[in-house]
């Protein structure tokens, strides 16, 4: 199925947003005078990024915090982990995503069933918030899924287009954006460019027939073309994946240039194109595991429902923006970037699991067309297609007595969603249902987005900054469907709705001494209400639910010194206007209920052990306990745990830096929690036991090995090392189930993915 035409008001801004950036590219190589003085502004990457600014490139301010995994800074004014380049570069394996690379930091849990980078991560968590509930953000732009905010860590940015990352473990500041302001952020920000021509190769093979190639060039700073500094990432990854039949193929170019324009001026220009292809095993039952393996995920036989054929999906993602920043004589900054982003998936899946998924137990679809059987595959075809315009505005100035930074963000988006049944033998449709027949649902929705914030850092003293901050947020949703989800009737027109949020935020940084900070941090968070709040049989009298909100209150320190590193932190957070529901279907009712409190402690650290050793470690204790008693059929009771939750996570991380070698052998480990959606009400047969995982890797440099070539670099990396097996998601009954959810092994389940090794070839000239 190819994309299809976006509607034509969406098509005419996306149009017009990409008209303005190709213009702007333009004018940026036509108005200029030959050669300029880059005065205060840097073509080295570090400009451009508005509202979240990519951490400065400086030296850092001791050696333990240059050789630290993941730190804070002493300017914090929330829990913050910075997770250097290095790292990311030459300690993670170059098939890694993005939640392969965040894993390392304190409060953070994420499972890769097929292999790090090689499938979507599983249930993303960050401080027990689930993915959709915390921002993802690149070169502070939020995306993600128009429906219930979440994200897909596959696709858009492989690791060779990330330079850094911040995740932020707080509700944020005012000049903080995003639709879920409420559990956090993960802060990705684009590679740092050289100042010099740098053209870079690198090849990787591993296990599961894994393979990398990526080629990137830098050109520096052109004088002949008006200082740009421009950088390209072309990048192929396929591999077979650590389950069966888990196969992945993965095309991207990524481009980024920064041309600053007389002795104020820099414009910045970024777009990446992600296309990817992979088949989707959806879990494995202990049944499965004893006769086919840990590794089992599909197979190549056409009768049955694990049909690698059946179960796959087609990506493409893009992603764009221009950025202008200027800075006036009056000290005045001026920082406007117009972005948007584009996402399309035709997911081919099942009508239940690949447990169980013939047509035979569909009632509904009896009698069968013509051609087809009762034991056909019961398939269906689902798109999921948005696009997303956006500008965002910022003004700063500082003075004696501290800065201020204020600004605007707008946004929409429309999104078209559909899924239809598919006899998968016979590539017929089927009825699955005696009123829709073949439709499941069918409904284009808007999101449409604008913030107004402002916020002064006040210089109470040399050593303390008080930053007030507010932001108002307005957000709409429309909904127009033929069919809505659930088997529900359309909308019979458009349906809309407005939520207004305000939120406040007060923090302090006060400086002990150069280098240990102490901060403090109270902020309000929203989360708007999702798309399935509006799939009722009555949904214009169903969708009076607020916003769910966060409130959240937090201290924490940072300290620098020459042989080690140290950062902790404390928080409560009040989680209001608990969204849930009562009956399903027709009869499904959504309203806000109580709340859940979360609280929790974290530190990381780094110390240096002398001989080029230094040992890196971070923990946490989470806890988030409804705070009131469940309605109807959820019978969670207040003062229970809620779900997805880890008791814990930590991560230990042992390095050696020196000369031309490198290597590190780190674990991380991941608590016990419950994955039922009543959290501990569901029982221990929800609960997934505590679990960790190691990896290592050795790297050998050599400098100069011949006139051409600057650098070669030789890596080898092994995942896994003690080969766990261990669960990492429970999934539930599957479709086969006969126990009627009293059985575990004919639950579904993903698993730690076995041992792998890989070699990395890297040449830079």
């Known amino acids: 199925m190819k994309p299809r035409k976006l509607p034509s008001s969406l098509g005419t801004a996306r149009n017009l947003s990409l008209s303005a950036i190709a213009f702007a590219v333009l004018t940026t190589y036509a108005h200029a005078d030959g050669v300029t003085d880059i005065g205060n502004v840097s073509a080295n990457g570090t400009a451009g990024a508005s509202n979240q600014a990519a951490p400065a490139a400086k030296k850092a301010p001791t050696p333990a915090a240059a050789k630290a995994i993941t730190q804070a800074p002493l300017s914090a004014t929330s829990p913050q982990s910075q997770i250097s380049g290095d790292y990311i570069h030459n300690q993670m394996s170059p098939v890694a995503d993005y939640s392969t690379i965040v894993l390392i930091t304190p409060s953070y849990a994420v499972s890769s069933p097929n292999g790090p980078g090689l499938s979507e991560g599983k249930d993303q968590t960050l401080r027990g918030f689930p993915d959709g509930q915390f921002n993802v953000t690149y070169d502070g732009i939020p995306f993600g899924d128009t429906n219930d905010f979440t994200h897909h860590t596959t696709s858009y ?54 393979w990398v190639n990526d080629f990137s060039v830098t050109t520096g700073i052109m004088p002949q073309l008006l200082d740009s500094n421009l950088f390209i990432d072309i990048s192929h990854t396929q591999s077979d994946g650590a389950l069966t039949n888990g196969n992945l193929r993965d095309d991207s170019i990524f481009l980024k240039d920064i041309t600053p324009l007389g002795n104020n001026t820099v414009a ?57 920043k200027h800075t006036f004589s009056n000290d005045w900054v001026v920082d406007n970037k117009l972005y948007t982003y584009y996402y399309y998936n035709l997911s081919h899946e099942l009508d239940g699991d690949t447990t169980s998924s013939p047509l035979s137990s569909l009632k509904t679809a009896i009698p069968y067309t013509a051609g087809q059987s009762g034991t056909d595959i019961a398939g269906a075809l ?92 307005n957000f709409e949703r429309t909904l127009f ?44 968070g929203a989360l708007a209400p999702n798309l399935n709040t509006l799939y009722s049989a009555n949904p214009t009298a169903n969708d009076q639910v607020a916003p769910q909100t966060s409130l959240g209150y937090q201290i924490g320190t940072v300290l620098k010194a020459d042989r080690y590193t140290f950062d902790a932190d404390v928080y409560l957070i009040n989680f209001n206007n608990y969204i849930t529901k009562t009956g399903s279907g027709a009869n499904a009712s959504y309203f806000n209920a109580g709340g859940v409190r979360y609280t929790g402690a974290e530190v990381e650290g780094n110390v240096l052990l002398g001989a080029g050793f230094s040992l890196y470690g971070n923990a946490s204790l989470n806890k988030a306990v409804f705070t009131q008693n469940g309605t109807g059929s959820q019978a969670w009771v207040s003062g229970q745990s809620i779900s997805f939750v880890p008791k814990y996570t930590a991560a230990v991380s042992l390095n050696y830096d020196h000369a031309l070698w490198h290597a590190n052998l780190t674990t991380k480990f991941v608590g016990s929690d419950y994955q039922g959606s009543n959290g501990q009400a569901d029982g221990s047969i929800y609960q997934v036991g505590g679990y960790s995982v190691t990896n290592m890797s050795v790297a050998r440099e050599f400098i100069s090995p011949n006139s051409v070539i600057k650098t070669f670099r030789v890596t080898v990396g092994l995942d896994n090392l003690f080969n766990t097996h261990a669960i990492t998601d429970n999934l539930g009954p599957s479709a086969s189930d006969t126990s009627k959810g009293t059985d575990p092994n004919q639950f579904l389940y993903y698993f730690v993915p076995g041992r792998s090794v890989y070699i990395t070839l890297r040449a830079d000239i």
């Open 268 to 324: 910045t220009i970024v777009f990446a194109y992600d296309k990817i292809h992979f088949n989707n095993p959806d879990g494995t039952t202990l049944n499965q595991v004893a006769q086919f393996g840990y590794n089992y995920g599909l197979n190549n036989n056409p009768k049955s429902p694990d049909f690698y054929g059946y179960n796959y999906q087609d990506k493409n993602t893009d992603f764009g923006y221009f950025d202008l």
């Open 382 to 473: 689902k798109l999921n297609e948005y696009t997303t315009v956006g500008d965002t505005i910022s003004v700063s100035h500082a003075d004696d007595y501290g800065t201020f930074t204020g600004g605007l963000w707008f946004e929409h988006t429309q999104n078209s969603r559909n899924r239809y049944a598919i006899d998968d033998n016979t590539g017929s449709p089927y009825n699955q249902n005696a009123t829709y027949k073949n439709v499941f649902y069918n409904m284009v929705d808007q999101v449409n987005t604008a913030q107004v914030f402002a916020q002064y850092a006040w210089k109470a003293t040399s050593n303390l900054t008080v930053t007030p901050g507010v932001r108002e947020q």
């Open 157 to 210: 940015f492989p690791a060779s287009t990330i330079g850094s990352v911040t995740v932020d473990r707080s509700p944020g500041n005012a000049t903080t954006l995003g639709y879920a302001t409420f559990g956090g952020s993960i802060n990705m920000f684009s590679p740092t460019l050289s100042p010099t021509f740098k053209f870079s190769t690198e090849q990787t093979y591993g296990s599961n027939n894994t």
């Open 481 to 524: 469907a033929t069919e809505n989800q659930n088997n529900l009737p359309g909308t019979n027109g458009d349906l809309n709705k407005t939520w207004d949020s305000f939120l406040p935020s007060l923090d302090a940084n006060y400086r002990l001494s150069s280098l240990w900070s102490a901060y403090a941090q109270i902020a309000k």
